[in-house]
């Protein structure tokens, strides 16, 4: 269940220009104080403005918290997050960073850990090489991207301890990753991450699965949301004030409810923060958050109204 987030007043203190679409972002608190703790496959929350705020990785080093650094790909077609963040968040700009939350631990056990990128995809296993590097198990980071000007971080990697652990796999010269030569050719127990776009995450997971990886050796990040585009417009109820509110196809719960001038929290808008998680009094969701375990998803008890739709014709809500 939802847990809420702490957020700090902090400042942009450098902003550097690592690919055309992608920048490295490094925050301090303006009370001077440390960030709270994290391990790698932490996010974090950015606050821009009352209006804007997105769910980013940190990529920061989890021994050094006088600093939190996120990487942000400018993208055209989001919510306004990205392209925010590229024009206006120039160094000493004051804006509101949360604590931390992982959803996307490294796992206690196995030998081995094959961690697979794509695009903006790198920045989660920036700290998590280093802790499988202190743990002193066998990994290895396969970065597949379009173009050499789209591969942000890989020049540092080369110079990095993790240089021979680094795979790297250029769609424009022609090098694809095989990812059935590549999974399956791994030890038994071995664990498989992948970060990137939805495309390659479903790839991975339905290699594992015809591989017969089990499900707990198997695990996946995605900052953006999986609502299908041909949904079905629902009535919301909302058992607090007994109003009824119709949401259309191309609505969220939350995009409904707020053209009442009703405010919800919500800080991703991406089903990632668990701030909108709202319970469920009457029928069932279609869930497409990525905070909620399975577990809670199948109990039908809440829903995160940013992403998550009415499984049928109607839904009762608390609120």
Not at 225 to 244: I, M, Y
Not at 250 to 259: F, M, N, V
Not at 276 to 281: D, G, M, N, R
Not at 283 to 294: N, P, R, T
Request: aromatic share 8%; with cysteine.
């Amino acid at each position: 269940m939802t847990e809420s987030y702490q957020m700090f007043p902090a400042v942009v203190t450098t902003v550097e220009q690592l690919t055309p679409l992608i920048k490295r972002f490094t925050f301090k608190r303006q009370d001077g104080l440390d960030f709270p703790a994290f391990t790698g496959g932490s996010h974090i929350i950015v606050k821009m403005n009352d209006k804007l705020s997105n769910a980013y990785s940190l990529m920061s080093n989890p021994k050094d918290l006088s600093t939190y650094q996120v990487c942000v790909r400018k993208d055209a077609e989001g919510k306004g997050g990205s392209i925010f963040m590229h024009d206006q968040c120039l160094k000493d700009f004051q804006l509101e960073i949360s604590s931390p939350k992982n959803l996307f631990e490294l796992s206690p056990h196995g030998e081995k850990h094959i961690l697979i990128a794509g695009g903006i995809g790198i920045t989660p296993f920036i700290p998590q090489m280093d802790e499988l590097l202190e743990r002193g198990v066998n990994y290895e980071l396969h970065y597949a991207f379009r173009a050499p000007e789209h591969a942000a971080l890989l020049d540092e990697l080369k110079q990095s301890q993790h240089a021979d652990k680094v795979f790297s796999y250029i769609d424009s010269e022609g090098s694809k990753l095989d990812l059935n030569a590549l999974i399956a050719g791994q030890p038994k127990g071995t664990h498989v991450y992948v970060c990137g776009p939805k495309p390659m995450i479903d790839a991975v997971i339905d290699t594992c699965n015809k591989n017969r990886y089990r499900d707990e050796n198997i695990h996946w990040e995605q900052f953006s949301s999986t609502v299908p585009e041909n949904g079905e417009a629902f009535t919301v109820v909302l058992a607090k004030s007994n109003q009824r509110i119709e949401v259309m196809a191309d609505q969220t719960i939350l995009q409904a409810i707020e053209s009442l001038n009703i405010d919800v929290e919500c800080l991703c808008r991406e089903g990632v923060c668990g701030t909108c998680e709202t319970a469920i009094l009457q029928g069932e969701a279609e869930h497409y958050d990525q905070y909620l375990s399975d577990d809670e998803k199948a109990s039908q008890q809440s829903m995160m109204i940013c992403v998550s739709r009415a499984k049928g014709k109607e839904i009762t809500l608390d609120l």
